[in-house]
T-cell receptor, first 112, second 110 residues
């Protein structure tokens, strides 16, 4: 099946620990995105990557880091510098020339 | 910066009633997409509008793009319990960056 996978679905971490969220796609899409969603709110862009080895900050990049070493993978690290990391994290991708975003199932991160 | 607002934030309707959500951008959009997110799920693409004044229909759903390409609406006729979820609009900001609306959460009472 083609699509985007995110793991794990639920993640618990202690305050002060860095944590890396996985995002893998087999759609052969060039562009990938990370969004944060808080309860009852919309999606806010954290980072995006147009192509391998290149990425740009979104609107709320502080306290997060990403890498794009492979076309199919775009992991997000939530660092201890992120003040309110508890949220639902969504990864998405788009095909070149299209604005349709395909989302993964999301990872719900809870920092205790 | 560019902002995309949606109203209402919440809407509760009786099954069979109609529902409309409105999306307003602070800047002109090249196109607009609509997504649906079921409770506990992830956003799923519904449709894209590109032309000024464009109207598209998907069964009971009607989508409109404003003449000035700064606003859009989604209308659902005769809602069903399967329509429950949050509806988001999204517009492109720059080449690869997208701005999502604040979303409208729809609850349908049987």
């Amino acid at each position: 099946d083609g699509g985007i996978t995110q793991s794990p679905k639920y993640l618990f971490r202690k305050e002060g620990q860095n944590v890396t969220l996985s995002c893998e796609q087999n759609l052969n899409h060039d562009a990938m995105y990370w969004y944060r969603q808080d309860p009852g709110q919309g999606l806010r862009l954290i980072y995006y990557s147009q192509i391998v080895n290149d990425f740009q900050k979104g609107d709320i990049a502080e306290g997060y880091s990403v890498s794009r070493e492979k076309k199919e993978s775009f992991p997000l690290t939530v660092t201890s510098a992120q003040k309110n990391p508890t949220a639902f994290y969504l990864c998405a991708s788009t095909e070149g020339g299209s604005d349709t975003q395909y989302f993964g199932p999301g990872t719900r991160l809870t920092v205790l | 910066g560019q902002q995309v607002m949606q109203i209402p934030q919440y809407q509760h309707v009786q099954e069979g009633e109609d529902f409309t959500t409105y999306c307003n951008s602070s800047t002109t959009l090249s196109n607009i997409q609509w997504y649906k997110q079921r409770p506990g799920g992830h956003p799923v693409f519904l449709i894209q509008l590109v032309k000024s004044g464009e109207v598209k229909k998907q069964k009971r759903l009607t989508f409109q793009f404003g003449e000035a390409k700064k606003n859009s609406s989604l209308h659902i006729t005769a809602t069903q319990t399967t329509d429950v979820g949050t509806y988001f609009c999204a517009g492109r900001s720059g080449t690869y960056k997208y701005i999502f609306g604040t979303g409208t959460r729809l609850k349908v009472l049987a």
